[in-house]
């Protein structure tokens, strides 16, 4: 069957500093792949995705290149900030008769001044 | 523009008793999923609808129930006799049909049982 596998957090970080979590993923055939974000107290929402092999989604500085060969989709950011702080899912679908989103255990990242 | 919205936002159940949770959506999407989320295990599908009428079990279904009666009207999920195992946050979401639609949550709703 489908699923996510990501790096377990939680990740303290300090402010600027490089970000990555790590995420693999197993699937027939050909899925698209997020990373979702969870701000405390919210309910998730898109933070990027992918469709297609070495496909780059992109947003807020964030970035992650869908990666077959590995089937990984890392998350990376080059310089975080404490708004950064939250919990990041990535997740997998695949199209076909509308499979629903499979998710990873999430990985807590906190951002220190 | 309200998005996907549950209710209630939190609520406290004795062992036994029953209660329904409801989510709307107001963008006209076909596909509507509720999850649990749980300390280190992330998010687990329940169930899931695909259009008006329909449901269909996910991951973890048991002990719970979900209705569909229209696609623009509420997504219901029953505990009929809760247990504190259900002690969780549970979040609705939608999506539309396309190529790679992006699911939209609601805020979540936060279900103690004592």
């Known amino acids: 069957g489908n699923s996510v596998t990501q790096m377990e957090g939680p990740v303290t970080l300090s402010e600027e500093a490089f970000l990555t979590i790590n995420c693999t993923y197993t699937?027939?055939?050909?899925?698209?792949l997020f990373w979702y974000v969870q701000y405390p107290g919210e309910g998730l929402q898109l933070l990027l995705k992918?469709?297609?092999?070495?496909d780059k989604g992109s947003n807020k500085g964030f970035e992650a290149t869908y990666r077959k060969e590995t089937t990984s989709f890392h998350l990376e950011k080059g310089s975080v900030q404490v708004s950064d702080s939250a919990v990041y899912f990535c997740?997998?679908?695949?199209?076909?008769?509308?499979?629903?989103?499979?998710f990873g255990k999430g990985t807590r990242l906190s951002v220190i001044a | 523009n309200a998005g996907v919205t549950q209710t209630p936002k939190f609520r406290v159940l004795k062992t036994g008793q029953s209660m329904t949770l409801l989510c709307a959506q107001d963008?006209?999407?076909?596909?509507m999923y509720w999850y649990r989320q749980d300390p280190g295990m992330g998010l687990r599908l329940i169930h899931y609808s695909v259009g008006e009428g329909t449901t269909a079990k996910g991951e973890v279904p048991d002990g719970y129930n979900v209705s569909r009666l229209k696609k623009k009207q509420n997504f219901l999920l029953g505990l009929e006799s809760a247990a504190p195992s259900q002690t969780s946050v549970y979040f609705c979401a939608s999506s539309d049909q396309g190529r790679v639609p992006e699911a939209f949550f609601g805020q979540g709703t936060r279900l103690t049982v004592v």
């Open positions: 699937a027939t055939g050909y899925p698209s």
């Open positions: 992918a469709t297609k092999a070495d």
């Open positions: 963008m006209n999407h076909e596909y």
């Open positions: 997740a997998l679908t695949r199209y076909t008769g509308n499979t629903p989103l499979v």
